[in-house]
């Protein structure tokens, strides 16, 4: 096995050149007390030793890190990696680099992340918390105690004195659903997340109160609760409503892949998308305008989301513990593809 080479360190320089660490280091910096010969052999050895001076270490010296730290679920599909993006080119733009840790919706990595963020010294981090979290919130009292700035996007728990951005999930599933009314819709079920996640839960109650708000009456057993957010889920899900109720005609889906698998059992009956069943989601992944029929989505606002998150940490960091901004909720955005679109009701041609 090879074993690593150790990193040439500022008093490694010192001890060969017979220098002070203080005098490597100014030389290192073009400090103009240092004579331009002794800068010239302080340049030499340190390329030939290949040394890479230890940029943490002296943020630390002058007081910060400049590093943002990242807590995600998880990295798969479309939608984290976009809220990183957000993430990336505001931090980068101010300065800071970023350390990104996923929990694979696992409250115990979670907890490790955040152990693993705060060793590092981070100047903040940000997160949306695993679907195993439920109301284990030690950790986040802990990040709180060591006064490190905490903004929660996307999924936050329900703590006093949180700072999030969330999008408006209430009013996307209410458009989503609404939508799929005005296409004649009158049996519509939904396909709900965990309850416990606030994005689960307020696209079920928007699903629950555009029925209620066009005069449809809700019943529960047109709800199924995913085991999981997985394509294999969403055909169960499916297979379940169809045996379950009749004349079912609209899917609202609090999630992408799922509704994938629902759209693949409706297919296979035959049951006709959208003429017999019309379909719509969250969220605008990029498959969604690949399956066939193309899915009507809500877009999430991704990469605003990630941004807005890093502007939040700034504001906090620059105002202190005492600033306590309001939640930003986020606009969503219907997205109408055809999958919604009943044809029945498109414009006949001419005879």
């Known amino acids: 096995m ?6 040439t360190s500022l008093r490694d320089l010192a001890q060969q050149l017979n220098l002070s660490t203080s005098t490597v280091s100014r030389a290192l910096a073009d400090h103009r007390d240092i004579g331009e010969a002794t800068k010239e052999r302080v340049r030499r050895l340190a390329q030939e030793l290949n040394y890479r001076p230890n940029q943490l270490a002296a943020a630390l010296r002058k007081g910060h890190s400049k590093t943002l730290g990242v807590i995600v679920p998880h990295i798969k599909g479309y939608f984290f990696p976009a809220v990183m993006n957000g993430i990336e080119k505001v931090a980068t733009r101010e300065g800071f680099n970023v350390l990104l840790c996923q929990s694979n919706e696992d409250v115990r990595r979670e907890q490790r992340n955040i152990e693993t963020l705060l060793a590092a010294q981070v100047e903040g981090i940000l997160m949306s918390v695993s679907a195993t979290t439920l109301d284990q ?106 045996a379950l109720v009749p004349n079912l005609d609209g899917v609202f889906a609090a999630y992408a892949i799922p509704s994938v698998g629902a759209l693949e059992v409706l297919r296979e009956k035959p049951v006709r998308v959208p003429q017999d069943i019309a379909l719509a989601c969250f969220s605008n992944e990029p498959f969604t305008t690949m399956t066939e029929p193309h899915l009507t989505v809500v877009d999430q606002r991704a990469e605003q989301m990630g941004e807005t998150a890093v502007r939040l940490f700034l504001q906090l960091l620059k105002r202190g513990p005492a600033y306590e901004p309001p939640h930003l909720i986020l606009k969503p955005e219907l997205i109408i593809r055809t999958s919604s679109l009943h044809r029945s009701r498109e414009p006949q041609p001419a005879h």
């Open 2 to 7: 090879a074993v690593k080479k150790q990193q």
């Open 137 to 242: 919130v030690q950790h986040f009292e802990q990040v709180r105690r060591q006064g490190t700035p905490l903004v929660f996007f996307d999924r936050a728990p329900d703590l006093p004195r949180s700072m999030a951005v969330v999008l408006d999930d209430f009013q996307g599933a209410y458009q989503a659903v609404r939508h799929l009314i005005e296409q004649g819709c009158t049996r519509i079920a939904h396909l709900a997340g965990p309850q416990h996640l606030n994005t689960s839960r307020n696209r079920f109650l928007g699903y629950k109160a555009a029925l209620e708000a066009h005069g449809l009456p809700f019943d529960e057993q047109h709800v199924y609760s995913l085991p999981a957010l997985t394509h294999d889920a969403g055909r169960l899900a499916m297979q379940h409503l169809l």
